[in-house]
């Protein structure tokens, strides 16, 4: 208490000293009534304050011991209940999983109803009614992942609907029948091999398609397909077009045209050689070329047909001015030994090959 607080304590006493003196005298009290109060009252408080500050002070000093707290009792201990090779149907029809685990499990207190009369099958049956939803959304052949889905939902404590009992799993372990893993290996197999037959089928048929529907569509089509894979060597294909002709018409299933060696049979064989190429070598391919192009019927003396075919051969086969008038004047000469005159002539005439 400080010099403030004493100060005020002894007004205090004074007013009250003063207060019984007033009521005394007002009533008509006896002196030895309301002076004995009044002295009390003045020095009551000075007497008693300081042996009160002192046993407030001891109590202070006396460190207060909180009482403990009330722990609660300890859970039990929980037992084991071991489950083996229960069959939990899996998403795929007609296969089954193999599960085995050990199930942990400890009796809640107060538990509703009478104690149940096997507490580890209650705890079991839990389980495995969670481990049968998760497995039948699992793939029969994806054993190891099911696996740990359900050692991760089983490994979390739970009570059952009754309220009897807690539990969980531990060494959860799944598996497959050794002769359904085997049948499974042996299906994937063929799917995969029967998707590459497919794809390969599918290739073929569309290369089928390809060949007969667009190359081998007709001969000039196919003509078209070789140049364009052979661009440097076009003076072969002419000589190739007899058995182009023999292809297009076997792709299509129908009779080959008439051989050109057969129409142009006034062609005379004693002449094969009077096409000869730039070294003077004879050149039976130029000749034979030179007889497929000639797809007139026999006997047309000048005919536009055979003017356009004669011509057509010559600047197909010699694209520069010169080899033209050099194989113009050859083919000129085969026409002339076999009675074709006319048309020899204008051969010379249109690309400047000299007489023979």
Do not use: C
């Not at 500050?53 to 209940?81: D, G, M, N």
């Not at 002709?245 to 051989?259: G, M, N, Q, V, Y």
């Not at 001015?321 to 006319?342: I, K, S």
């Amino acid at each position: 208490m400080n010099r403030d607080q004493v100060t005020a304590m002894r007004v205090a006493s004074a007013f009250g000293a003063a207060l019984w003196a007033v009521v005394g005298v007002r009533y008509g009290w006896p002196l030895w009534v309301w002076l004995p109060l009044g002295v009390v009252t003045l020095i009551g408080p000075s007497v008693v304050l300081p042996f009160a500050l002192l046993r407030l002070r001891t109590s202070k000093e006396v460190p207060i011991v909180p009482p403990e707290p009330v722990r609660p009792e300890p859970a039990p201990e929980p037992e084991q209940h071991a489950v083996t090779g229960i069959r939990l149907r899996s998403a795929e029809p007609d296969y089954s999983f193999l599960f085995s685990a050990t199930v942990h499990w400890r009796p809640l207190p107060d538990a509703p109803g009478l104690p149940h009369a096997h507490p580890a099958g209650l705890a079991a049956d839990v389980l495995l009614e969670q481990a049968g939803k998760i497995a039948a959304t699992a793939v029969a052949g994806d054993t190891e992942l099911a696996r740990h889905r359900l050692a991760a939902a089983l490994g979390v404590v739970r009570a059952d609907p009754s309220g009897r009992v807690e539990t969980w799993a531990v060494d959860v372990r799944l598996s497959l029948p050794t002769a359904d893993a085997d049948r499974l290996h042996r299906l994937a197999e063929v799917r995969k091999e029967q998707e590459v037959w497919e794809r390969e089928r599918d290739y073929e048929r569309k290369k089928r398609a390809y060949l007969g529907e667009d190359v081998l569509k007709n001969p000039g089509s196919a003509v078209v397909w070789w140049l364009a894979r052979n661009e440097d060597r076009m003076p072969e294909v002419v000589g190739s077009i007899d058995d182009l002709r023999k292809l297009t018409a076997a792709a299509h299933d129908t009779r080959p045209p008439e051989e050109p060696a057969a129409r142009w049979s006034f062609i005379n064989p004693a002449h094969l050689g009077d096409l000869r190429d730039a070294d003077g070598a004879q050149q039976p391919t130029l000749f034979r070329a030179f007889q497929h192009e000639m797809s007139v019927e026999p006997g047309t003396n000048g005919g536009g047909d055979i003017e356009q075919q004669v011509f057509s051969f010559i600047e197909v086969t010699s694209p520069e001015d010169a080899e033209r008038a050099r194989l113009g004047g050859q083919v000129a000469r085969v026409l002339e030994d076999n009675g074709q005159h006319e048309l020899a002539t204008k051969v010379r005439d249109r690309y400047g090959a000299e007489s023979a």
